[in-house]
């Protein structure tokens, strides 16, 4: 069983930066790939990146790409999301996952920390 916390959130100003972090306990991290999604209200949750069990191989999708960057540290069990040029269409719960692949399902969640970016 792996449990995921997530930190970092926060109120920000547009065009600003925050950097998301999970931290990741149980299990054997370097298993797993590693997922950022977010869920604004009324909203589907969207997938936002994913980096793989070694943190060769990334993807973010439209749109943040550019703007966002996941990485991870194996060694501190963590994964992060540095979030650049924030807009406020980005203010969601943002959440962390772990899954046997990038593309596939996510077994894993943390509880979500808060973005709000205002303009």
């Known amino acids: 069983q792996v449990r995921l916390v997530e930190a970092g959130g926060g109120l920000v100003q547009a065009g600003g930066s925050l950097r998301l972090s999970c931290t990741a306990s149980?299990?054997?991290?370097?298993?797993?790939?590693m997922g950022w999604f977010r869920q604004a209200p009324g909203k589907e949750r969207e997938f936002l990146a994913t980096?793989?069990?070694?943190?060769?191989?990334?993807w973010h999708g439209d749109s943040v790409k550019g703007r966002f960057t996941i990485s991870r540290d194996n060694a501190k069990k963590m994964v992060f999301l540095q979030m650049n040029s924030l807009k406020p269409e980005d203010t969601a719960l943002y959440y962390c996952?772990?899954?046997?692949?990038?593309?596939?399902?996510?077994?894993?969640w943390g509880q979500g920390t808060q973005v709000t970016v205002s303009s």
């Open positions: 996952a772990a899954g046997s692949g990038m593309f596939g399902n996510y077994d894993y």
């Open positions: 149980g299990g054997t991290f370097s298993n797993y790939a």
């Open positions: 980096v793989n069990w070694s943190g060769d191989s990334t």
